[in-house]
C-alpha cells in the first residue's frame, strides 16, 4: 500500500527538478519555409523530450489570452519580433528558457536562426545559425538540445558575476572574442559530431525587449467584433497604446495613472537667482559749521545674483496637477554709503557692502504630464512676496538722514522643468523659473535743504525680470486609490 504514494512522491520530486523549457514557434520567412518551421519546431521538442532534465512546454501549454489563443498570439507576432512574443508567453507558462528562431527557404536547404532565450533573465543567452541539409532535422535538433543544456549548465551564453566593494552582483556584459571563440568551437563540435548541419555563432547575452504596440494594431483591432481590451479596461485606446507600451503591469500603470490626484507633495531644493535680492542705501548731508544746510537719503531693493533655497508643501488636485506654498530664503548683498560733508571741503565716499538674506512667501501651480513615465515634463506659475532688509538691520544712520524700513516687492513667475521618479514616492526635479516684478516698495527717497549736495548717485531699483534655476528633491505622500476593476493583467493580452 505504502508503494503507490512513494512512487508518486518520487515522480513529483523529479518533476521539479527538471527546467521548464517552451519550445516556441519559428517564424518562416518566406511563404515556401511554412511547413519547414512547424516541423523543425516539432523537430526540436520531440527531441528536447529525450534529455531527462528538461520539461518541455508547447505553446498550447500558456495560458489563453483574453480572445484567442497562445497560438494565435505567436501566428500574429511581427516579422523580427518572435523573441519578444517568445519571452511573452513563455512568461505566462511559467517557462525559465525557451527556443525559438526563424525559418528560411533557400534554392539549396533550409537557413535556421535559432534563439535560445533566459526566461528569467530576460535575455537572449545564445543566437546562431545553421545550413540544414535534406534531412538533417533529427541532426539539428539534437544539435539544439546540446546548447540549451549547456546554456542552462552555465556553460556558454552565461552572465558574469562582477564583484566589488565586498558585494557580489550580476551584469550584463558584451561578450569577448575569447568567449565568442568558445561558443563558436562549441557549435562546430556538435555539428562535426552529428552531421546534417553547419552552425555558426551570431551573438549572445541580447537584453529582449517585449513587443511593441503600434498605432496601427489598434486601429486593426477596433475593426475586429466583440469587445475592445481598452474598453475591458476602461481606457481609452491612446491610454491603451501608452499602457502596453510602458512594460508595467496593470496594478502598477493603475497606481502611476492616480498621478498627483490627493497627494500631499513636499519639495526641498536650491540654486541660483538672479533678482531683486539685493539691497543698497545712499545717504549725504552737508554742514555748515555745525547746521545740516542739506540732506539727501534713498534705499532701494536692487538686483543681483546669489544662492538660494526653497521649501514647499503641496496639494495634488489633479492627476496632473498640485497647488502648493513655498517659502524660500536667497542670499545678496546691501551696499550703503553714508557721507558726512563740510561746506567747500573735498568729499570723500567710503561704501560699505554685507551680505543680507531675503525672505520669499507665496502660492504656486506646477503642471507634471505623463504620470506613468520615469521622466515627467512639468511647467506651472506662481506668485510670492519678497522682502530684504533696511539700513538699521546693518547700521544707525545719523539723525540727519532717514532711516527707511526694510522694502518688498510682488512679483509673478512662470517655470519649466522636470522630474524624474527614483521610487514610489521619491523624485528628483528640476525648474527653471523666470520672474516679472509687477509690484511693491522698490525706491524710497527724502530730501531737504537748498540743493547744495553735488553728484548725488541715486540707487538704481530692481529690473523687472529675473532667473533661477531651482534644483531639489520631492517627496509624495498619500494618494487616491484607482478605481477597483474585475479585470486585472492576468486576463488583459500582452
Not at 475591458?232 to 497604446?241: A, C, F
Not at 524710497?444 to 549736495?453: P, S, T
Not at 531699483?461 to 534655476?469: E, K, L, Q, R
Request: proline share 4%.
Amino acid at each position: 500500500m505504502l508503494l503507490l504514494p512513494l512512487l508518486l512522491a518520487a515522480g513529483a520530486a523529479h518533476a521539479e527538478d527538471r527546467t521548464p523549457v517552451l519550445v516556441s514557434s519559428f517564424q518562416a520567412r518566406n511563404a515556401e519555409s511554412e511547413e519547414i518551421a512547424s516541423a523543425i519546431e516539432a523537430a526540436v521538442a520531440k527531441q528536447l523530450k529525450r534529455h531527462e532534465g528538461l520539461e518541455v512546454l508547447r505553446v498550447e501549454d500558456s495560458p489563453e489570452f483574453e480572445d484567442y489563443s497562445a497560438r494565435v498570439y505567436m501566428e500574429s507576432c511581427p516579422s523580427g519580433e518572435t523573441v519578444g512574443c517568445t519571452f511573452v508567453v513563455g512568461e505566462r507558462a511559467h517557462a525559465t528558457w525557451a527556443v525559438t528562431g526563424s525559418v528560411q527557404a533557400l534554392a539549396q536547404g533550409t537557413r535556421v536562426d535559432v534563439d535560445i532565450v533566459d526566461v528569467d533573465g530576460s535575455r537572449v543567452a545564445v543566437s546562431f545559425r545553421s545550413d540544414l541539409e535534406e534531412g538533417g532535422d533529427k541532426a539539428f535538433a539534437e544539435g539544439v538540445a546540446r546548447l540549451l543544456e549547456s546554456a542552462i549548465a552555465g556553460e556558454v551564453g552565461k552572465v558574469e558575476d562582477i564583484r566589488h566593494t565586498g558585494k557580489e552582483e550580476t551584469e550584463e556584459k558584451p561578450r569577448t572574442k575569447e568567449e565568442e571563440a568558445r561558443i563558436a568551437a562549441e557549435l562546430k563540435a556538435v555539428s562535426d559530431e552529428l552531421g546534417g548541419f553547419t552552425a555558426s555563432f551570431k551573438r549572445s547575452n541580447v537584453a529582449i525587449e517585449r513587443p511593441k504596440l503600434t498605432e496601427s494594431d489598434i486601429a486593426e483591432r477596433s475593426t475586429q467584433e466583440g469587445s475592445k481590451p481598452w474598453e475591458r479596461l476602461q481606457m481609452t485606446p491612446g491610454e491603451y497604446l501608452h499602457y502596453k507600451n510602458s512594460g508595467l503591469d496593470l496594478v502598477t500603470w493603475r497606481a502611476r495613472s492616480e498621478g498627483r490626484r490627493m497627494q500631499v507633495i513636499v519639495r526641498a531644493g536650491g540654486g541660483f537667482i538672479n533678482g531683486p535680492i539685493d539691497g543698497q542705501y545712499y545717504g549725504r548731508y552737508i554742514l555748515d559749521g555745525v547746521q545740516t544746510v542739506d540732506a539727501y537719503s534713498a534705499q532701494a531693493i536692487t538686483s543681483g545674483s546669489g544662492a538660494y533655497g526653497t521649501l514647499s508643501i503641496g496639494f495634488g488636485v489633479h492627476p496632473l496637477i498640485d497647488v502648493a506654498f513655498q517659502a524660500g530664503l536667497a542670499g545678496g548683498h546691501f551696499n550703503y554709503l553714508i557721507s558726512q560733508e563740510v561746506v567747500d571741503q573735498p568729499v570723500q565716499f567710503d561704501p560699505v557692502e554685507e551680505q543680507q538674506t531675503s525672505v520669499l512667501l507665496g502660492p504656486r501651480v506646477t503642471v507634471a504630464l505623463l504620470p506613468t513615465s520615469t521622466f515627467r515634463p512639468t511647467f506651472g506659475a506662481g506668485a510670492y512676496w519678497m522682502r530684504g532688509s533696511g539700513i538699521a538691520e546693518h547700521i544707525l544712520p545719523p539723525d540727519e538722514l532717514a532711516q527707511f524700513d526694510a522694502q518688498y516687492t510682488w512679483n509673478v513667475e512662470v517655470f519649466g522643468g522636470g522630474e524624474v521618479r527614483l521610487g514610489d514616492h521619491l523624485d528628483l526635479y528640476a525648474q527653471v523659473p523666470v520672474s516679472f516684478l509687477v509690484g511693491g516698495d522698490r525706491l524710497a527717497e527724502e530730501a531737504y535743504g537748498g540743493g547744495i549736495l553735488s553728484g548725488i548717485q541715486t540707487p538704481t531699483p530692481a529690473t523687472a525680470v529675473g532667473v533661477a534655476v531651482n534644483l531639489g528633491v520631492q517627496v509624495r505622500f498619500g494618494g487616491s486609490k484607482p478605481k477597483a476593476l474585475s479585470v486585472l493583467d492576468e486576463t488583459d493580452e500582452p
